[in-house]
Nanobody, 122 residues
Framework: QVQLVESGGGLVQAGGSLKLACVAS????????MGWYRQAPGKQRELVAN???????NYADSVKGRFTISRDNAKNTVYLQMNSLKPEDTAVYYC????????????????WGQGTLVTVST
């Protein structure tokens, strides 16, 4: 079993910054790509950014130049530095990881965190 725990959400004024973190924990697993998704009220969940183990990165066009994703493989942790926040960034942000688990049998799983709320005020 693998668990993802997000932190760092909160309320910030437009133009401000927040840094999210997500830590993966468990036993008998390895982490591949990790990413951040968000879901705003009344909208579908969308990819914000993801990053491979080799640190190849993909960003949504809406956050390019403002958000930075990074990871620490030794700590199984992914971060999202969010700068120049806009009201339209308001959403629940979810951490995602592609995990290979070995118990009870080797297989690939998509694991999600519980989400952390980011609210950007006008």
């Amino acid at each position: 079993q693998v668990q993802l725990v997000e932190s760092g959400g909160g309320l910030v004024q437009a133009g401000g910054s927040l840094k999210l973190a997500c830590v993966a924990s468990g036993r008998n697993f390895v982490i591949g790509t990790m990413g951040w998704y968000r879901q705003a009220p009344g909208k579908q969940r969308e990819l914000v950014a993801n990053i491979t183990r080799a640190h190849n990165i993909n960003y949504a066009d809406s956050v390019k130049g403002r958000f930075t994703i990074s990871r620490d493989n030794a700590k199984n942790t992914v971060y999202l530095q969010m700068n120049s926040l806009k009201p339209e960034d308001t959403a629940v942000y979810y951490c995602n990881a592609g995990c290979t688990v070995f118990i009870p049998t080797p297989r690939y799983l998509e694991v999600w965190g519980q989400g952390t709320l980011v609210t950007v005020s006008t």
